[in-house]
């Protein structure tokens, strides 16, 4: 087949093709100076070797610079707390918990995206989390809009949150079995055979997207209020 008849099926096949975006520079601070960031620099003298490298993301006409600084995953309940809480930072806003997945065996990032509405200020956390344990100390207690972000991150990249109150599948079936669709060792057309993927979609039922509570026996059901006729004015 020529080129010019190649199909969007025939770029499936081939798999992924390097980006044309321009590479952004890691602007790495130096731990012995200041970093020009009060957060960045209040956490390392607050936790020390808890808190390790920092960087600097370039930003552009729209956006400013965004200051990222890597945790050790352990300790990452106790950083975000002190973020949250001392009258200094008041990072109040959590804007996102993400993953990210670099591929070739190396660690998986854990992302917090914070915000300090009273100080102006913005933070980007990080964790990084080796293939072996992936694991990390949900903060639903801290900021209840992490809940379903966990939730999203352990479904698509198969990392665990301890003490979620409810760490469950939230796009894919709980009895998906293909694995975790964003990680970079996920095939792209699947782990299963077509053939398969299409028989196990014709047998899901109702209990392969809804809790028990959700379905569960005895609750009513939702009545469709019935249409008033309009009344016959002359």
Known sequence: MSDSKASGFDAVAQGPTPSEAPVVEDRGLDPSKPS???SVDALRERFG???????????NENHSDQFVVF???ERNHEVLEWLRDDPDQRYLFLSDVTAVDFGQGRPLEVVYNLFSLEHHLTL?????????ALEIRSVVDLWAAADWLEREVYDL?????????????IMMPENYAEGHPLRK???LRGRFSRAEQTRRALSQDPDDYYIPQEIGEGRDPQVIPAAVPDSDEN
């Open 36 to 38: 020009g960031h009060p």
């Open 157 to 169: 990249f198969g990392i665990e949150f301890t003490e979620h109150p409810d760490l469950r599948r």
């Open 71 to 73: 945790v050790r995953p």
């Open 124 to 132: 980007r956390v990080k964790c990084e989390l080796p293939l072996s």
């Open 49 to 59: 070797d808890a808190v390790g490298r920092a960087q600097v993301m370039p930003g």
């Open 185 to 187: 060792d996920f095939p």
